[in-house]
């Protein structure tokens, strides 16, 4: 099993530009979370989807954060337009239904926004 | 307020010693527990679960005690080793359909 992907790995972007970040999860998993991560903040949950469908995007930080999942092997959060203060490690996560608990984590896309 | 609070200093210990890791939470009723490592440029990799209704858990070198009363998880690496130097998580599940509160990690560090 390859694990769950992320790309790209490293993104550096100036302010205001479009940002997008992909996740292909572990096959058969029902769940998958989208996570930021900084040095003041720590890991924070930003969405979650459960079957494809969007379950909690309360930490969502504002409108101009979005994600979808298309179908069950593909994700994307886009950041438009960004800021500096979107600078962070984001990661994604899957696991697989109910009853199992462990979440399975990327790798981390880093994003620099200048 | 909710809150989540690890070591907020780093821990360093020597090679042998057992390493012991606090998580304390305020104003939360989790279902379980969790612990996770994370290496520098990875993402986190799940150790162990505890259940509320579980005292202790254990994974070769590694114990995880769990408190509802105190609200704390104590989470301890025995006979420590310096490929056991990492950041650790502790993360709350509300049961809330697979949502995860973490706490900011603790970083520890072995000495040969």
């Known amino acids: 099993d390859a694990g769950v992907i992320q790309s790209p790995r490293h993104e550096v972007t100036e302010m205001g530009q479009e940002v997008t970040l992909r996740c292909k999860p572990i096959s058969g998993h029902d769940y998958l979370f989208w996570y930021r991560q900084t040095m003041m903040r720590g890991l924070e949950l930003l969405i979650y989807?459960?079957?494809?469908?969007?379950?909690?995007d309360s930490g969502m930080p504002e409108d101009r954060f979005s994600a979808k999942m298309p179908n069950a092997s593909f994700s994307t959060l886009k950041i438009q337009p960004s800021e500096p203060r979107d600078s962070a490690v984001y990661f994604c996560?899957?696991?697989?239904?109910?009853?199992?608990?462990?979440?399975?984590f990327g790798p981390g896309t880093r994003l620099t926004v200048l | 307020s909710q809150k989540i609070e690890q070591n907020s200093e780093a821990l360093n210990i020597q090679e042998g010693k057992t390493a012991t890791l606090t998580c304390n939470y305020t104003?939360?009723?989790?279902?379980?527990l969790q612990w996770y490592r994370q290496d520098p440029g990875r993402g986190p990799v799940f150790l162990l679960l505890i259940r509320e209704n579980e005292k202790e858990k254990r994974k070769e070198r590694l114990k995880v005690t769990f408190d509802t009363t105190l609200k704390q998880s104590l989470f301890h690496i025995t006979a420590s080793q310096p490929a056991d130097s990492a950041t650790y998580l502790c993360?709350?599940?509300?049961?809330?359909?697979?949502?995860?509160?973490f706490g900011q990690g603790t970083e520890l560090s072995v000495k040969p």
């Open positions: 104003n939360y009723s989790p279902a379980y």
């Open positions: 996560a899957s696991r697989p239904g109910a009853g199992t608990d462990t979440q399975y």
């Open positions: 989807f459960n079957n494809n469908v969007p379950i909690d």
């Open positions: 993360a709350l599940d509300l049961n809330q359909g697979g949502k995860l509160i």
